[in-house]
């Protein structure tokens, strides 16, 4: 996290030091970016920036983290738009996303897609990882319609979300990536109709009294 000093900037100054991080991570890898070009297309002297983070990396994540957290935000309204139905809540996420996807300003998915493919695709199915990934979880379960779902034991909830959001967070950026390809919506609707209906039946087969009596 960036120091109190950031924190306490006004909103301009924070988001032209953000804007000018984000087009440097666009356009290069991680390893080649530049501290300096951030802090001249800036405007911000050198000494400053080291008042705010610690170094690129900080930097780095901070604003990945806020790409991250912006996900999580769509994804919380979508839940409450949806009566806490989280398959069509991860549906209007991903549509929000391949709206969004050619958007190359500070917060827009162009901008993360940029970034994330840059560096070999980092995070690609990680990126909650930046969020406190027990926090993440625990704003989620409070917009989810547990009633909805088949939860058998403590812990079903958390699980469930965690599978899901592993499982679906690749294909989100997938969609991004692809740009115009088709088949990526209709690809996530197959495996969130797998994911709700489940992978094996209800009951094993039944076995009759005839055939119970060979045995």
Excluded: C
């Amino acid at each position: 996290m960036p120091s109190s000093t950031f924190l306490n900037l006004p909103e301009d100054k924070q988001t032209r030091l953000m804007d000018a991080a984000s087009r440097e991570f666009s356009a290069r890898p991680y390893n080649e970016a530049s501290i300096n070009k951030i802090i001249q297309d800036a405007g911000i002297p050198r000494g400053s920036f080291y008042m705010y983070f610690q170094d690129k990396e900080e930097l780095f994540r901070y604003l990945v983290h806020g790409y991250v957290e912006q996900l999580l935000m769509v994804l919380e309204e979508a839940l409450l738009r949806q009566g806490g139905d989280v398959f069509a809540a991860l549906r209007v996420l991903f549509d929000y996303v391949w709206e969004k996807r050619s958007d190359q300003a500070l917060g827009g998915m162009g901008a993360m897609s940029a970034i994330i493919s840059r560096n070999g695709g980092m995070q690609r199915g990680a990126l909650l990882d930046l969020l406190d990934a027990g926090e993440a979880l625990d704003r989620l379960r409070q917009s989810v319609n547990a009633e909805l779902l088949d939860l058998r034991r403590d812990g079903d909830l958390e699980d469930l979300l965690a599978i899901l959001l592993s499982v679906t967070g690749p294909l989100l950026y997938a969609g991004i990536e692809a740009g115009d390809a088709p088949g990526y919506r209709e690809h996530l609707d197959g495996i969130l109709d797998i994911l709700r209906r489940g992978m094996a039946r209800d009951k094993a087969p039944r076995i009759s009294e005839s055939e119970e009596d060979k045995v």
